[in-house]
C-alpha cells in the first residue's frame, strides 16, 4: 500500500524561528493535506493542495505540492508558543475506489520555547 | 468548513463489552470515514461510511468487529465490538463537503481495561 514517509519525527525550536517539514511518498497523490492536531482534539485542517507545483500560503503557514506529486512541505515562519502540536501531512489518489481515504505520515512533533 | 460532533468525547470500558460512537455533521456531505489514531500513532483509516449501505472496509478492518451505520447523508455510528486492551485507542470520525477537502471531528478517546 502507499506510505508516507514525514520528516522530521520532531522539532525544538526558539519562539521565532522558521519551521520546515516534509512528507514524501511512495506513489502519487493528486491531493496533499495538511493538518495539525493538539492534546486531546482532532485534527485541524491547515492547507488543502489539489494541484503539482501549487504554492498555498494560510497566513504564517505555506505548503507547496511538489511537482513529481510525490512530495510535499510544509513551511512555518516565525513560530509562536501556540504553534505547538503535532503536524500530519496526509495525501489521496482520488482514483476509482481510493476517493477521500487519506494516508497519513507519521507526524512532526514541534516544541516551541519562549 | 464541515463542523463535527462525536458522542461520547471519551470512555472506559470493560474487556468483552461493545461501545458505539456517534458522528454528527452540520449539513450534508458527499463522504464519510472512520479512523483510527493508536496511542502516539498516527490515523489509519478503518473504513467508509457509505450511506444506504454497507460500509467499505480496510485492509485489517472486518464489519464483525467494527459494524459502521450510515442512515442519512449527516451521521453515522461506529460500533467497537468485543472490546480488547488493544482497541484502546482515539476514534474518528472525518467528512468531505466539496472541493476534496477532509474535515475531523474531534475524537473519542477510548479505554479498555
Known amino acids: 500500500g502507499q506510505q508516507l514517509n514525514q520528516s522530521p519525527q520532531s522539532m525544538f525550536i526558539q519562539e521565532g524561528e522558521d519551521v520546515s517539514m516534509n512528507c514524501t511518498s511512495s506513489?502519487?497523490?493528486?491531493?496533499w493535506l495538511w493538518y495539525k492536531q493538539d492534546p486531546g482534539e482532532g485534527p485541524v485542517l491547515l492547507i488543502a493542495?489539489?494541484?503539482?507545483?501549487e504554492l498555498t500560503s494560510n497566513g504564517r503557514l505555506t505548503a507547496q505540492f511538489g511537482i513529481t506529486r510525490k512530495d510535499s512541505f510544509l513551511n512555518i515562519s516565525a513560530s509562536i508558543p501556540s504553534d505547538v502540536g503535532i503536524y500530519f501531512c496526509?495525501?489521496?489518489?482520488?482514483?476509482?475506489?481510493?476517493?477521500?481515504?487519506?494516508?497519513f505520515g507519521q507526524g512532526t512533533i514541534l516544541t516551541v520555547h519562549p | 468548513s464541515a463542523v463535527i460532533s462525536q458522542k461520547p468525547s471519551r470512555d472506559i470500558c470493560q474487556r468483552g463489552t461493545s461501545l458505539t460512537i456517534q458522528c454528527q455533521v452540520d449539513?450534508?456531505?458527499?463522504?464519510m470515514f472512520w479512523y483510527r489514531q493508536q496511542p502516539g500513532q498516527s490515523l489509519t483509516l478503518i473504513a467508509t461510511?457509505?450511506?444506504?449501505?454497507?460500509?467499505?472496509?480496510e485492509s485489517g478492518f472486518v464489519i464483525d468487529k467494527f459494524p459502521i451505520s450510515r442512515p442519512n447523508l449527516t451521521f453515522s455510528t461506529l460500533t467497537v465490538s468485543n472490546m480488547s486492551p488493544e482497541d484502546s485507542s482515539i476514534y474518528l470520525c472525518?467528512?468531505?463537503?466539496?472541493?476534496?477537502?477532509?474535515?475531523f471531528g474531534p475524537g473519542t478517546r477510548l479505554t479498555v481495561l
Open positions: 472525518s467528512a468531505i463537503r466539496t472541493a476534496d477537502t477532509q474535515y
Open positions: 449539513s450534508q456531505v458527499t463522504m
Open positions: 506513489s502519487i497523490f493528486n491531493t
Open positions: 496526509a495525501g489521496y489518489y482520488a482514483g476509482g475506489t481510493s476517493y477521500g481515504k487519506l494516508t
Open positions: 461510511a457509505n450511506q444506504g449501505s454497507e460500509a467499505t472496509y
Open positions: 493542495l489539489y494541484k503539482a507545483g
